[in-house]
């Protein structure tokens, strides 16, 4: 026990227990390799049995160290060929090492997730453990070669092993599911089994590589890894930043053959290589502007708050019940509806019902008035909270296909139908005598009304962060009045997202119209 005193036994046994858990992260790594094809249930056992095999292997191999030396002798001479066991062993190892790492990298890279859900058929345990076994072994025997030409003393050797091998264990779970969660590092290591299969056939044809080599490619090569590693997780990390709904809408704008303005900033520059085949194809196919928009308006559909599609109070028309027969009728003549609100002397507050405008003209002309019962149904009264799908499946269910919007304290905000969730998705069906919300005046310029949901103009402008651009707003009206803080004068204009807004009329106390221009022309849209 002399040498517990000698500290260059302590270095030594310090530097083989590094380089014992650099040599054996291999083996664990390839271990998990071959465990991954085994039942989920069965995968721990045989972690822990094949490292359980390495330690007792190389415990045995360490004892039989008078031996191993003695493998250093020439067995087999053939002209410039001389080979002793340990040579033939190290070919072996090599050779076996190469057609594993072969193997498993061409099933990694034809492309087929056999790992998936679709994979129904397990390796047997006791094939994949033979395999486990012949692995330890190789990996086993340079680990020991490396220590025995490292450390004279036995004790030594041994503890260093067992340290690195308690290591190792301890590790198993956290390393595993680190490989399974990135594919790229199975690759790499596979890499690994490559180099080191072709470094042991070198040793043993008698082309001796010095180690310091080896352990240079590799080291370099995890350095690489690594930035590849922390690339992509600040790519998921920004990404995770923008609602999934709008990631797929993106992915499937993409796969489309669309890319929206200002998107690749958004997405760091880096779209996924799937996008670019995707957005090939998709051009072949024909895809227009138009369905792209489409697909846009239903993937985004229930992020939209039903505010920023119904048409606000203001520009709601109702019916006075009160009011005499000759003014109800110059109204039910002068608008286009099909469908109104019928009101008491209170005002829009005070509905009633809603009635059609056929059924309402028939009761003035045949009564004289307007038939309560008969002609008014109960109205459709839904908070200002309601999500647009919520929405659908009340108006579905109502008689009269119109819905009338409260805030909590029971005040009429506004009035959304049918037509207004299609118009979500599909864009402006104006009324005759209706200007669009969004007219376009020219390359990368449009005039705007100030009560467009931010939706609708995203879309028209090609720049979809506008649509998160507001806090609690859901028009254009409502954004610009958060960013001035103040009702502006006409003239006064602000740059948000590549676009300047400029106010070009304000009505009474809301923005009425707005001119809205490109500072950065966009991409051209893909042909049709």
Known sequence: MEWLSDPSAWA????????????????????????????????????????SLALVLRLCLLAAIAHLVRLTAPVFE???????????????????????????????LEG?????????????FGVVLVQIVALDAVFSLDSIITAVGMVQHLPVMMAAVVIAMAVMMLASRPLTAFVNRHPTVVVLCLSFLLMIGLSLVADGMGFHMPKGYLYAAIGFSILIEFFNQWR????????????????TARTVLRLLGGQEAGSAGASGGHPPASGSAGAGAAQHAGFRQE?????????????????????????VDWLDISQDKASLYRQLQAQPHGLFPVCDRGGLDAVIGVGRAKDLMADLIGRGTIDRHQSLQPPLIVPETVSILRLMENLRRSR????????????ILGLVTPMDVLEAIAGEFPDAGEDLLVQPMGPDRWRVDGLVDLHTLARAVRVERLARSAQDASTLGGLLLE??????????????????????????????????????????????
């Open 291 to 315: 369905e792209r928009a489409m697909v846009r308006g239903v993937l985004s559909l229930a992020e939209q708050s039903v505010l920023s599609i119904m048409t606000p109070r203001s520009d």
């Open 78 to 108: 053939w002209g410039w060929l001389s080979l002793s066991w340990r040579d033939m062993i190290l070919l072996a190892g090599g050779i076996f090492l190469l057609w594993k790492a072969t193997t498993e990298l061409h099933e990694r």
């Open 12 to 51: 030594g046994l310090l530097t083989l227990v590094v380089l014992e858990i650099v040599l054996g992260i291999d083996n664990l790594v390839f271990i998990a390799i071959l465990a991954d094809k085994l039942p989920p249930h069965q995968r721990d056992r045989a972690r822990m049995i094949g490292l």
């Open 483 to 528: 960013q001035f803080g103040e009702l502006p004068e006409p003239g006064r204009a602000t740059v948000l997202h590549g676009l300047r807004f400029e106010v070009i009329a304000v009505d009474g106390r809301r923005i009425a119209r707005v001119d809205v221009r490109r500072d950065t022309p966009a991409a051209p849209a893909p042909p049709a």
């Open 112 to 124: 087929v997730d056999h790992s998936g859900p679709e994979r129904k058929e397990h390796a047997a």
């Open 232 to 247: 992509l997780r600040n790519i998921a990390r920004h990404a995770a930043r923008i609602p999934l709904r709008e990631r």
């Open 400 to 411: 009269n296909h119109l819905a009338l919007v409260s805030d909590e304290y029971g005040t």
